[in-house]
């Protein structure tokens, strides 16, 4: 085994070792509060809200999981946007000022549409 067939090996085994009980949990709760509730969003008026949804509890905190994972995935992407850039910069600034590709890419235009030759 490689170095890094071991690193994915450990990395997948310590995902199921954190994963398996999480999930079970989870479907642990969900099972366990099965029962509906109204979420109301209206502070003032408890007998008649201006907006409630009615669902079952183990739903209202999936929802706020799935909400949080997107808004944080969408943060930290446009947070890292300045380091995206640096790095296109910086690897088109690298392939720019590369002889080898200089040289490669002139060579690949001038043979743009030509099949080799026949091997003797």
Known sequence: MTGKTREVTAKRIMSWLVGAPVAVLLICFAVANRHWITVSFDPVSKDNPWLAISMPAFLLLFAGIFIGLIVGGVVTWLRQGKWRKQARLAQA???AASPVA???ASHA?????RLPGPAN
């Open 93 to 95: 600034h690298d392939h």
């Open 102 to 104: 200089t040289a490669a």
């Open 109 to 113: 235009d001038v043979n743009v549409g």
